[in-house]
């Protein structure tokens, strides 16, 4: 059995609850390019099934707008929406938009003084990770971590294991000597499929996903004052998630 030597993490839904701000600015892009388009919260819980922007606005003129007469390079059409979207959420980041989940500031940093290496595996943009980073954890944050994989690095987007493995190599390590942590069903798909050990921690768009195979399963990571709820997985009475929970989970 390896030794637990690196954690990798998932952005949206993972660091922060940032899925709603990133529904807000899709619904300001479309009303920016005089589109009718509205995302509501429902819907957009299915559109997530999606991974990535583009992909998430393609498959939305689909699935429900097969009437809708863009112009001819739609892909272009839609690159440009995306970047205003983009845009937008960034800006809504820098501005305090949102904030780090529970634990996620006190376990990067226990981490970091433990000697563990940190690598990023995300399908969003690598703008969106550099504006949440900055906003929410120090000025030099994006140096904590020795990969930051992200959007359209790899061809395929998570369910695809593609962005893991694209870490991994980046870092030079085996997946059995890491440990994923995920918010999402796609992300634990993406996450085991690349060999590696996952901790899920259900965010507010994934409440209802599927989670087996997942190592640890979480409302959230938890603090001293404020603990976690198990939903499955063994914790041998901690009741949030420090480095001692994670080589144990690790090695199980
Ligand atoms: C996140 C995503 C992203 C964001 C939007 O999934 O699916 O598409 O919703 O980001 P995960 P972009 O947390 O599994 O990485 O619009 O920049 O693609
Ligand atoms: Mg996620």
Request: proline fraction near 4%; include cysteine; charge should be negative.
């Amino acid at each position: 059995m390896s030794e637990l030597r690196a954690l990798l993490f998932d952005v949206d839904g993972t660091l922060a609850e940032t899925e709603e701000v990133h529904r807000q600015a899709f619904n300001a892009a479309f009303a920016t390019a005089g589109l009718d388009w509205v995302w509501s919260k429902d819907l957009y819980r299915e559109l997530l099934g999606v991974t990535g922007g583009k992909e998430r606005i393609r498959h939305y003129l689909d699935t429900r707008r097969p009437d809708f007469h863009g112009p001819d390079d739609m892909a272009a059409f839609i690159a440009n929406l995306h970047q205003t979207k983009t845009t937008i959420y960034t800006d809504r980041v820098a501005a305090g938009g949102v904030a780090p989940r529970p634990g996620v500031r006190r376990l990067l940093a226990e981490a970091r003084a433990a000697g563990l290496r940190l690598g990023i595996a995300t399908t969003t943009t690598p703008d969106n990770v550099t504006a949440l980073l900055k906003a929410n954890l120090a000025a030099d944050a994006e140096s904590w971590f020795e990969v930051i994989a992200a959007g359209s690095m790899v061809p395929n987007k998570k369910p695809a294991p593609d962005i893991y493995f694209y870490a991994m190599e980046h870092m030079g390590v085996e997946p059995a000597a890491c440990l994923a942590f995920e918010d999402s069903e796609n992300g634990l798909i993406a996450a085991r499929a690349a060999g590696l050990k996952t901790l899920v921690t259900v965010s507010d768009y994934t409440q209802r996903h599927d989670f087996s195979g997942a190592a640890l399963l979480l409302d959230q990571l938890g603090e001293p004052d404020r603990p976690f709820q198990v939903l499955a997985g063994e914790v041998n009475g901690a009741s949030y998630v420090d480095v001692d929970l994670l080589r144990r989970v690790h090695a199980r």
